[in-house]
């Protein structure tokens, strides 16, 4: 059995965005009863939230951003850039603390306290832009995650790999033009095509050409053409990158009776795909591997594919 991490603190329910809204705090609530359900826990490294140092997230994002949404939560507002974004005074102050959690969790991986982690945080970070915030999302948590690894470890080669149901378009447009971070995504489109990027010929730009790469599924595909993306599109990449850590945007969306997407992955099928993550991460960065909790929203579902999802990075 592996030495997992396990970051999870009620203060993330604290993000309040009103009783109708998807990215609920009923989705944090479903995750820890299904592993908790599964006698998990004894086995996890429990991580708490830890305030972060705000040079983290200005690696990534603008300080006027910044300082841009600190201002409407202080002010009262419920929404941010967009009617999708709803929030709630403390908004701010979570989406901080979410960020500290993922980087703590960093920290513990490369310090050899853990060996893998999955982090059930909220917000969700991957649509998050440098200076904009859209679907849900305020800061990008991996692409920060991913800033401090390099910054603070010297790792020299990250890998991203995001299978949540929409295109991750913040994390690629953070790193598009950065050879030392490869991204991945597979995702649905054209139908529930947002944010509407994410085309295969969008392969990175000047310097990282070649290190973005993306596998665009039409509706209705499901488990057997995300196996082969996974097995003809992103083996040969990361074999080819040689990351020395991997970074998952994990998004339980896609999942067939999710119905934020049309695509079809059965709970097998996200079984699948982790352990093929899992099994990269052996290979290439010495079993080092941070999950990141990105979307996700069929209540009912969430608590077995969270438990499946940390059965296996324990290697149980």
């Known amino acids: 059995m592996k030495k997992t991490g396990f970051l999870y603190d009620q203060q993330f329910l604290l993000h309040d965005t009103g009783r109708f809204h998807p990215e609920m705090a009923e989705r944090l609530q479903m995750i ?44 009262g507002y419920n929404t941010f850039d967009s009617q999708d974004n709803q929030m709630c005074r403390e908004t701010f102050e979570i ?68 299978y949540d149901v929409h295109h991750g378009n913040g994390t690629q447009h953070i790193f598009e033009k950065d050879p030392t971070v490869f991204y991945y995504s597979i995702h649905q489109h054209p139908s529930f095509a947002y944010p509407g ?15 973005t790469k993306n596998s665009p599924a039409l509706p209705g595909q499901g488990d057997s053409v995300y196996k082969q993306f996974f097995e003809n599109d992103l083996r040969p990449a990361v074999e080819t990158f040689k990351p020395e850590m991997i970074i998952l945007s994990t998004g339980f969306d896609a999942h067939i009776d999710d119905e934020m997407s049309d695509i079809k992955v059965t709970t097998e ?48």
Not at 113 to 124: G, H, K, M, S, T
Not at 148 to 157: A, K
Request: net charge neutral; aromatic share 10%; charged share 25%.
């Open 269 to 316: 099928g996200y079984s699948w795909m982790t352990r093929f993550v899992v099994e990269l991460a052996e290979k290439h960065a010495k079993g080092r591997l941070l999950s990141v909790l990105e979307g996700g929203y069929c209540l009912n579902r969430l608590p077995e594919l969270a438990a499946n999802h940390v059965k296996i990075l324990l290697d149980m």
């Open 32 to 75: 820890y009863k299904g592993i908790d359900q599964a006698d998990l826990l004894l086995h996890l490294t429990s991580i708490k939230a830890l305030p972060v140092d705000m040079k983290w997230i200005e690696a990534v994002h603008a300080k006027a951003y910044i300082r841009r949404f600190e201002e409407v939560c202080l002010a």
């Open 197 to 211: 990027t994410g085309r295969e010929f969008e392969q990175g730009v000047d310097d990282g050409l070649g290190f």
């Open 95 to 162: 989406a901080q603390l979410a960020v500290g959690g993922v980087i703590e969790t960093a920290r513990k991986i490369m310090a050899g306290e853990i060996q893998n982690a999955f982090c059930a945080v909220r917000p969700p970070g991957h649509h998050a832009e440098k200076d904009r915030a859209m679907g849900f999302c305020y800061f990008n948590n991996v692409a920060i995650s991913a800033k401090y690894l390099q910054q603070q470890w010297g790792i020299e080669r990250v890998c991203i790999i995001d």
